[in-house]
């Protein structure tokens, strides 16, 4: 079964500072890799996805994750933080389902707390 | 608004009622998924259709629990009988075929749920 565990239930960083939220991964075969953001009272909002290439990958809000494959992890960074990206993030990998929809297997979250 | 609806936004119902729910996806999209979150976890995937086809349905979608899209375009959810445990955030999420051409999905997009309280 695939699964991804993210090992931290709470990051907290200065604004400004540089930001990691960690995500390791257990697929048979290659990995599609993502992640996404919940806001309070709020749906997910996709940030990235790795699906194949370069093992850096450019999301939304100036997000990036780096894919990789030998430490089978899919950490979220951004160079910068900032207040407003205080927020629930979740790594998921996904399955390919009958027809070619995908099943999103998520983790359990990491919640971003970014602090003046 | 063109992204993904969801109706009623909170529900409170007594245990052992019925309650439906509602999910408009993006209009494009053909592909509809059910997920279901509960506090302090990550979304766990209930089923999913193709246009009007369910064609998953995870074993987490009990008996009492029904799911459909009869024209391809929104969806209900239903649950029968409802237990204190089912009290959740119940999210829809659509998605379509990639203009890639490689065969690829969109990226799911997701609604902002329904909160599901059974007291």
């Known amino acids: 079964a695939q699964s991804v565990a993210q090992p931290e239930d709470q990051v907290n960083v200065a604004e400004g500072n540089p930001l990691t939220v960690k995500c390791t991964y257990s697929?048979?075969?290659?990995?599609?890799l993502f992640w996404y953001v919940q806001y309070p009272n709020r749906g997910l909002q996709f940030l990235l996805k790795?699906?194949?290439?370069?093992?850096l990958v450019k999301g939304s809000y100036g997000f990036e994750a780096e894919f990789n494959k030998s430490q089978t992890s899919f950490h979220l960074k951004k160079p910068s933080a900032l207040v407003s990206d205080s927020a629930l993030y979740f790594c998921a990998v996904r399955a390919l389902l009958t027809g070619g929809g995908n099943k999103l297997t998520f983790g359990t979250g990491t919640q971003l707390k970014v602090e003046l | 608004d063109t992204g993904v609806s969801q109706n009623p936004r909170h529900k409170i119902t007594k245990r052992g009622q019925n309650v439906t729910f509602r999910c408009d996806p993006i209009?494009?999209?053909?592909?509809l998924y059910w997920y279901r979150q509960t506090l302090g976890q990550g979304p766990e995937f209930l089923t999913y259709?193709?246009?009007?086809?369910?064609?998953?349905k995870s074993r987490l979608l009990s008996d009492r629990f029904s799911a459909e899209r009869p024209k391809g375009s929104f969806s209900t959810l239903e649950i029968q009988r409802t237990e204190q445990g089912d009290s959740a955030m119940y999210l829809c999420?659509?998605?379509?075929?990639?203009?890639?051409?490689?065969?690829?999905?969109?990226?799911?997009?997701f609604g902002q749920g329904t909160r599901l309280t059974v007291v």
């Open positions: 259709f193709q246009n009007e086809a369910q064609l998953e």
């Open positions: 697929v048979s075969g290659n990995p599609y």
């Open positions: 790795y699906i194949t290439g370069d093992n």
């Open positions: 209009s494009e999209h053909n592909r």
């Open positions: 999420a659509s998605s379509s075929r990639s203009t890639t051409g490689r065969g690829e999905n969109t990226e799911a997009f």
